[in-house]
Nanobody, 114 residues
Framework: QVQLVESGGGLVQAGGSLRLSCAAS????????MGWYRQAPGKQRELITT???????NYVDSVKGRFTISRDNAKNTVYLQMNRLKPEDTAVYYC????????WGQGTQVTVSS
């Protein structure tokens, strides 16, 4: 089973940017849908964006136009570029395999200060 390791989180001021990376232990070429979830303090984990092998993407309204998901199958890596960050984006961000049953990484903390 693929294992996922996120990196790139940290503390950033509102309006800033971060790029999260998700390295998979094996090939993601055969995994059709990958995505990113986030969980804010006291809230449920929510799916915020997905990407298919063909490059089709979906975003929740709260991040649409600010976040961009991408994948590099040759590097077995999924990315999340986050721009114009807001304090309400503060959360633990989890990379996920979605096709074939959800598998999450351990998460990376993103904190946006006002």
């Amino acid at each position: 089973q693929v294992q996922l390791v996120e990196s790139g989180g940290g503390l950033v001021q509102a309006g800033g940017s971060l790029r999260l990376s998700c390295a998979a232990s094996g090939s993601i070429f055969s995994i059709n849908v990958m995505g990113w979830y986030r969980q804010a303090p006291g809230k449920q984990r929510e799916l915020i964006t997905t990407i298919t092998n063909g490059g089709s993407t979906n975003y929740v309204d709260s991040v649409k136009g600010r976040f961009t998901i991408s994948r590099d199958n040759a590097k077995n890596t999924v990315y999340l570029q986050m721009n114009r960050l807001k304090p309400e984006d503060t959360a633990v961000y989890y990379c996920a395999r979605i096709s074939g049953g959800v598998v999450w990484g351990q998460g990376t903390q993103v904190t946006v200060s006002s």
